[in-house]
T-cell receptor, first 113, second 109 residues
């Protein structure tokens, strides 16, 4: 069966510090991968998606970046965090060439102070 | 532009029935998803509709009308554990999900 891992579960970082969130998927090959952010009480905002190693599409211009160094690894980074980066970050995967049901990881709650 | 509209919040009574509506405008259409999200947790899949009509799955049913750009999620025999946010998402012509802001459902005893 497929599983998706995200870490850390919670993170408190000062403004201006760097960020690295990691997501890995097990039990499937060549998945589509997604990074979302959800502000408190709001819907999901798609940040990045990837259809393959090294292939990243950015949906929203901002101070975040994403990388996919391996087939089942997706990393969200920032060089300098802003207060507005606080939120609930969710990684998700879906089967390529499918109707795109997305499976979500447990999420990382990021607080920037 | 692409847009998903759903009510911000609804309240219902334990044991009752509630209908959560969603209207969508997407560039092309390849289906409509409903997800459930408990506070502080990740969304989990509830249903997928691509053809008009009602899909029933236990206490939950989902309806789609493509001509009206409209869907609803029907929850029967409400239980306290159904208190959650319900997210509507449309699948566009590029197979990208367009998400609504979610409907927070509050269940009262």
């Amino acid at each position: 069966s497929q599983t998706i891992h995200q870490w850390p579960a919670t993170l408190v970082q000062p403004v201006g510090s760097p960020l690295s969130l990691e997501c890995t998927v097990e039990g499937t090959s060549n998945p589509n991968l997604y990074w979302y952010r959800q502000a408190a009480g709001r819907g999901l905002q798609l940040l990045f998606y990837s259809v393959g190693i090294g292939q990243i599409s950015s949906e929203v211009p901002q101070n975040l970046s994403a990388s996919r160094p391996q087939d089942r690894q997706f990393i969200l980074s920032s060089k300098k965090l802003l207060l507005s980066d606080s939120g609930f970050y969710l990684c998700a995967w879906s089967v390529q060439q499918d109707y795109n049901e997305q499976f979500f990881g447990p999420g990382t709650r990021l607080t920037v102070l | 532009g692409q847009n998903i509209d759903q009510p911000t919040e609804m309240t219902a009574t334990e044991g009752a029935i509630v209908q959560i509506n969603c209207t969508y405008q997407t560039s092309g259409f390849n289906g409509l998803f409903w997800y459930q999200q408990h506070a502080g947790e990740a969304p989990t899949f509830l249903s997928y509709n691509v053809l008009d009509g009602l899909e029933e799955k236990g206490r939950f049913s989902s309806f789609l009308s493509r001509s009206k750009g409209y869907s609803y999620l029907l929850l029967k025999e409400l239980q306290m554990k159904d208190s959650a946010s319900y997210l509507c998402a449309g699948l566009d012509s590029n197979y990208q999900l367009i998400w609504g802001a979610g409907t927070k459902l509050i269940i009262k005893p």
